[in-house]
């Protein structure tokens, strides 16, 4: 099962050879190759680490229809590929490889990964977001065997079956479209009478007639021994409780950035999401972030993109100002 966590810590101190970067960039979803794209045509030789998951959240969705220039949609593996394909035609270099500690009060900061401690002028954070859990019962113990926070990678297990899709977000309701290609039937359960997904997707999914619906209703368990079995749902508005059966579950209720490894050195707001000015940066000068690690708000892979190019000419207006200051002091330039 993915996990898109970045890991904070790392037990062992880290004995790795150094490496010197003008930009180190964290994460390959749509923000990260972006940056790594216009940074790699402004001769820095971006560094970019994967992480744990290449790619990002896009890298696991089927079908994206709404990023400008694909009239036909695009998969979001293809989709990496060529955002991939195109930053490294012009320099950017790829690292499969994790950061797991960062110390970004020293010049250049200091980037400690699985393999490598990078020391870079300028960094730029793009690492995303990780799928939010209902933290009910039954929930991380079913995690692979019948719970998912995937369509994509698991929805073929679910052939001629009964699935459940938690949320009424577009994700939610993407990908329990997507998963009638598979399921019998796809059980939409929502805790409100209304999606919140746009119209067109709520108009595919109100004329699917694979797909049901349980309004003003939440989880409050998952029943299962070594595969799901059923779910217990509680209504809302009654209290009422019922149990379903059901094969699989779907959690689409959100996302959590993925912003732990920055904890007490970039400023956050409440629910994790690093902040930054318009200019995408940082509290600490040199420090850039991009992407839904930043963006509480749009979530898009247009915007992530967008963000990520951003940040990237900041970054390297940010290197020229440090070679044309000339004071002993330049490591603490402040922003323009
Ligand atoms: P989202 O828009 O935040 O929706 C989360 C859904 O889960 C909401 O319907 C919410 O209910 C429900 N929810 C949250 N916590 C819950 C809990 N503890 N128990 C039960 N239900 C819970 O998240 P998303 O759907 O992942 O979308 C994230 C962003 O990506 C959005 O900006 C979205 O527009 C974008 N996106 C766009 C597309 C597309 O354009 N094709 C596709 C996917 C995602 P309430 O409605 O009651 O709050």
Same mark, same amino acid.
């Given at each position: ?23 180190? &960039? ?27 998951? /290449? ?77 939010? /859990?209902?933290? &009910? ?62 119209? &067109? ?9 694979? &797909? ?34 059901? #094969? ?72 020229? #100002? ?15």
């Amino acid at each position: 099962m993915m996990d898109l966590n970045i890991e904070p810590t790392h037990s062992q101190p880290n004995q790795n050879e150094e490496k010197h970067v003008k930009v180190l &960039i964290l994460g390959t979803g749509p923000a990260g190759l972006s940056a790594a794209l216009y940074a790699a045509r402004a001769e820095l030789s971006p560094v970019v680490l994967t992480g744990m998951q /290449h790619g990002g959240q896009v890298s696991l969705t089927y079908i994206v229809e709404n990023y400008p220039g694909f009239p036909d949609g695009v998969s979001g593996t293809e989709m990496t590929e060529l955002f991939q394909k195109q930053a490294e035609k012009f320099g950017a270099i790829l690292e499969y490889d994790t950061a797991t500690r960062v110390n970004l009060s020293q010049r250049p900061f200091r980037v400690e990964t699985y393999n490598t401690t990078y020391l870079a002028d300028t960094l730029i954070v793009t690492t995303g977001a990780t799928p939010r /859990h209902l933290e &009910i019962p039954g929930e991380r113990e079913l995690t692979g065997r019948g719970v998912s926070y995937c369509a994509t990678c698991d929805g073929w297990f679910f052939k001629g079956k009964e699935v459940v899709v938690v949320g009424g977000g577009d994700s939610a309701v993407e990908e329990a479209i997507f998963l009638t290609r598979f399921a019998n039937t796809v059980t939409i359960v929502h805790r409100r009478d209304e999606l919140r997904a746009g119209a &067109i997707l709520q108009e595919r999914a109100f004329g699917n007639p694979k &797909i049901k619906f349980i309004w003003d209703s939440v989880l409050t368990e998952i029943v299962g021994k070594d595969a799901v079995k059923s779910i217990r749902i509680k209504n809302v508005q009654s209290g009422a409780e019922q149990e379903f059966q059901t #094969d699989g579950v779907f959690i689409f209720i959100g996302h959590t950035p993925n912003t732990e490894l920055f904890d007490g050195q970039l400023e956050m707001d409440s629910a994790g999401y690093i902040v930054t000015d318009k200019l995408m940066h940082t509290n600490i000068p040199g420090v850039f972030a991009a992407g839904e690690a930043a963006d509480p708000v749009y979530r898009q892979v247009v915007t992530s993109a967008g963000m990520g190019a951003a940040a990237a000419i900041q970054a390297n207006h940010y290197l020229d #100002d440090l070679a044309a200051d000339t004071s002993p002091n330049k490591a603490a330039l402040k922003h323009p």
